[in-house]
């Protein structure tokens, strides 16, 4: 989601905590619309760099850890902003009127050494995006993207103009009450939810849905419909939000969806804490998540990108075989036919005598039933011959059928196979995860080994998922076959446990016991509820997920990779989740 008024209100709480009193030490440029600025605090704190971009897609103002080399001349407005602010103490950082801007107000001296302020100014409003410099008295002294009268006839930003924000028509959400409340919602025949954000500026549409979440009242409801009783709940979300609002207690979250980042919001998003498939993480602050959400989703979709031929090409071999085996199947339906050839054979045999030469067709009694079967004759044979051909029938259908069968096996097998590459390339989060399923696909005789082997970089190297349980227990989860193969059978030992979701794709998960523990019920349950999320089942409300000590799986020889086989084996239906679990990362 993009910055509202309320994340915007949180960053300039935290923001100012970090950096009042900061001395100004560097200023980069890095792109046409984006600043580094690097700031050492007062007393023995470490430095903060702060991120500023304009961009109109995405704007943004946080604290970060990551670099970012400028160019080696530095533009014009880097300059400025060097000769202002370098070596100036920020004074403060605020947000006027909960709108989506920042003000950095800075305190240096000038070139005859006296004390002067000026205000860094971003304005995190989508296409209309800026970075401006201000003197003292609130002129324009340049900015980051100029705004001439040609562009908009509202306000020029241009060196020696005033500065001021548009007045906008909407009413801060901080000053309402009761009152105010209902004289700008019920009214409004509109959705609830956007009767909130067309009314009071800084409120997203998400956090909109929030407020009504918390009422409990649909936010698709029509305003102008609340009863009384309904008002008064909305009305106390509402206060009661932004009171947090102003008390700045916030508690910056990420919500991610099937692994995805998916919101990221200053005060908790409650509506999806029942959501199938979405898991919450709190952060420490704005920055932090700020930063984590963007950095997360560019690598989801950069991997999205990069899985692009691989989804392609299992996408295309899943169609194919899929039809394949639709055809099979229809064919095996016509060999079904065959015991009745076979039947009106040994009939002919048996009661050839009753047949009249030339026939058309001889109704016979089935010795095994007694009913009667009609059977059709070609009339220039004589009982024998029609016998004869009746038994060529049955045995060109019997060994079609025969074929079909295994021909069918199979075309299932690589189904199962290709469903459960699928699902490894759905949560494959690394170059080196992709790198492994393509060398699965050759392995298993789908594609054609292509190019030269080249030396893999040591941090591409695929491994599987390691998690942690609140009572100390480790969980591993396999991230593709080839994985699932290795973690089976090389990495656990026989008395660990082996998970998976039943009869459908998924990872192969090992819960490592503790020698000479015994291991609790709570243990077997969050190892199966990860081995139901990392499965096509994630979505589910329960899920089957099969159990059995490891020493009882097997792997018959010749089988694809990831197919095991086991007898012996308990089963749970659980709700898929990993929230519970803490992930260990390498490094």
């Known amino acids: 989601m993009a910055l509202d008024g309320i994340t915007v209100c949180a960053l300039a709480r935290e923001l100012n905590e970090e950096l009042a009193g900061a001395r100004i030490s560097k200023i980069t440029q890095t792109e046409s619309d984006e600043l580094y600025i690097t700031a050492k605090p007062a007393g023995d704190k470490k430095q903060v760099r702060l991120l500023l971009s304009a961009s109109a897609a995405l704007p943004l103002a946080y604290l970060t850890t990551a670099n970012k080399a400028g160019p080696m001349t530095a533009p014009a407005f880097c300059m400025l902003l060097r000769k202002h602010l370098m070596s100036g103490r920020v004074v ?12 950095f107000r800075v305190r240096g001296t000038d070139e005859m050494g006296d004390l002067k302020d000026h205000v860094l100014v971003i304005e995190l409003m989508g296409k209309h995006s800026n970075i401006i410099l201000l ?7 340049d900015s980051i993207r100029r705004v001439p009268a040609s562009v908009s006839s509202v306000r020029e930003v241009l060196p020696g103009r005033s500065y001021f924000v548009p007045a ?17 919602i019920r009214g409004l025949g509109m959705p609830l939810f956007k009767a909130v954000y067309t009314s009071y500026m800084g409120v997203s549409p998400i956090m909109a849905q929030e407020i009504c979440y918390r009422a409990g009242i649909d936010a698709d409801r029509s305003a102008i419909s609340l009863t009384d009783e309904e008002f008064e709940r909305f009305a106390d979300a509402f206060l009661d939000m932004f009171m947090m609002v102003e008390k700045g207690e916030f508690s910056p979250e990420i919500v991610y969806k099937d692994g995805a980042p998916l919101e990221f919001a200053a005060l908790e998003l409650t509506l999806y804490g029942r959501t199938s498939g979405t898991a919450v993480r709190k952060c420490t602050s704005m920055s932090t998540a700020l930063e984590e959400y963007y950095s997360e989703k560019n690598e989801h979709e950069r991997m999205r990108q990069r899985s692009y031929d691989l989804r392609k090409l299992v996408g295309g071999m899943l169609d194919r075989d899929r039809k394949k085996y639709a055809l099979q199947q229809k064919q095996l339906a016509d060999t079904e036919k065959k015991d009745r050839l076979r039947l009106c054979g040994e009939l002919l045999q048996a009661y050839g005598y009753q047949v009249e030469q030339g026939a058309k067709k001889v109704t016979l009694e089935d010795y095994n039933t007694g009913k009667p079967v009609e059977v059709v004759l070609d009339p220039e044979l004589s009982a024998h011959e029609n016998a004869g051909k009746y038994f060529e029938r049955y045995q060109k259908l019997k060994r079609t059928a025969l074929a079909l069968d295994e021909q069918i096996a199979r075309t299932r097998e690589d189904i199962e196979h290709l469903e459960s590459v699928g699902e490894a390339i759905s949560i494959a989060k690394t170059e080196g995860d992709l790198r492994e399923i393509r060398e699965e696909l050759v392995l298993s005789g789908y594609v054609k080994k292509t190019g030269t082997k080249t030396k893999e970089r040591r941090e591409e190297k695929s491994e599987p998922l390691h998690y942690v349980t609140p009572g100390g227990y480790d969980i591993y989860v396999g991230k593709n076959n080839l994985q699932n193969d290795r973690l089976t059978f090389r990495f656990a030992e026989g008395a660990d446990w082996w998970f998976h979701a039943k009869k459908m794709p998924g990872s192969h998960v090992i819960l490592k016991i503790k020698k000479g523990q015994e291991v609790p019920d709570r243990e077997f349950e ?3 509820a990860a081995a139901a999320w990392y499965s096509s089942g994630r979505e589910q409300n329960l899920v089957e997920v099969d159990y059995v000590i490891r020493k009882e799986v097997k792997k018959p020889a010749g089988s694809k990779p990831g197919f095991v086989v086991y007898y012996t084996n308990y089963s749970m239906a659980i709700k898929p989740g990993i929230a519970e679990l803490t992930e260990v990362t390498s490094g």
């Open 135 to 141: 003197d003292d008295s609130e002129n324009v002294i």
């Open 92 to 103: 403060s950082v605020t947000q006027p009127d909960f709108e989506r801007i920042l003000r």
């Open 526 to 528: 969050l190892a199966a």
């Open 168 to 184: 906008q028509e909407k009413e801060s959400p901080l000053s309402a009450d009761r009152r105010s409340l209902a004289l700008a």
